[in-house]
């Protein structure tokens, strides 16, 4: 397979555009776009990153995250404004529901199950179904090394709010 074009990339991580479904391997489009030294990126390197303080702000500006609705109330997302990560190394949460990360800026909607939250909601984890869109890698494309795995952190929130 052709390695494809990144959309857009901060630091060591790489926005690539996809057509996999919730039950196909994000991991193995990673490395097939973008080479040995990428893998899918994971909510937990999302949380190092700013825990070593990085800029949230920033890595929403370059990596040009959209807020997923009009308004809060709106009980359908803007399609394609969530990016296919995994947590824990996890790709999918109970069965089919692929983990995906969304921009909210402190306001979920009603009808989103959260995970995880950056910033008390400004970046969520969530998991759900579909085809297609964007995955988060990481690592370095031109490195045929690949990045160290994510830690692993607490279990998943398994319940709504």
């Not at 825990?51 to 009980?75: C, R, T």
């Not at 969530?82 to 979920?108: K, P, V």
């Not at 690592?139 to 690949?146: H, V």
């Amino acid at each position: 397979m052709p390695k494809k074009q990144i959309v857009t990339s901060y630091g060591q991580f790489h926005v690539i555009t996809h057509d996999l479904d919730e039950t196909d391997d994000l991991k193995a489009e990673c490395k097939a776009q973008l080479g040995e030294g990428v893998r899918l990126a994971d909510w937990n390197d999302i949380v190092a990153y700013v825990e070593a303080g990085g800029s949230l702000d920033d890595f929403i500006e370059a990596l040009k995250i959209p807020l997923e609705y009009v308004n809060p109330e709106d009980m359908d997302p803007i399609p394609n404004t969530s990016y296919r990560i995994s947590m824990n190394g996890e790709l999918r949460w109970q069965g089919d529901r692929h983990f995906f990360f969304a921009r909210h800026d402190h306001s979920i909607r009603g009808d989103f199950l959260p995970h995880a939250n950056l910033d008390d909601y400004r970046l969520t984890l969530g998991s759900w179904f579909g085809k297609g869109g964007f995955a988060l890698c990481f690592g370095d494309p031109n490195s045929t090394e690949p990045p160290p795995e994510p830690d692993i952190t607490e279990p998943v929130e398994t319940s709504g709010g």
